[in-house]
């Protein structure tokens, strides 16, 4: 078994921490994230429901870039 489960368990915990802090220090200013237009929101009676398909869109792009950016750099 050549794989390297601990390398991935360490970035893992990495992300983890820095998305921690991210959201420590800058959590009120990130209250527009997921309410984006083209997020939908239904709510009727005691029914909510929520999909928050742009802010998905946003974070897929923007961990796309940050993947692109390592491979090229590393």
């Given amino acids: 078994m050549n794989y390297p489960l601990h390398k991935w368990l360490i ?4 992300i983890l921490i820095i998305t921690g802090i991210i ?6 200013k990130l209250n527009w994230l997921g309410k984006l237009p083209g997020d939908i929101r239904y709510e009727s009676g005691n029914t909510k429901v929520y999909f928050p ?3 998905m869109i946003l974070i897929s792009l923007v961990i796309n870039v940050v993947i692109w950016l390592v491979r090229k750099f590393f």
Avoid: P
């Fill in 11 to 14: 970035g893992i915990g990495v």
């Fill in 23 to 28: 959201y420590y220090f800058f959590g009120n």
């Fill in 53 to 55: 398909i742009v802010t």
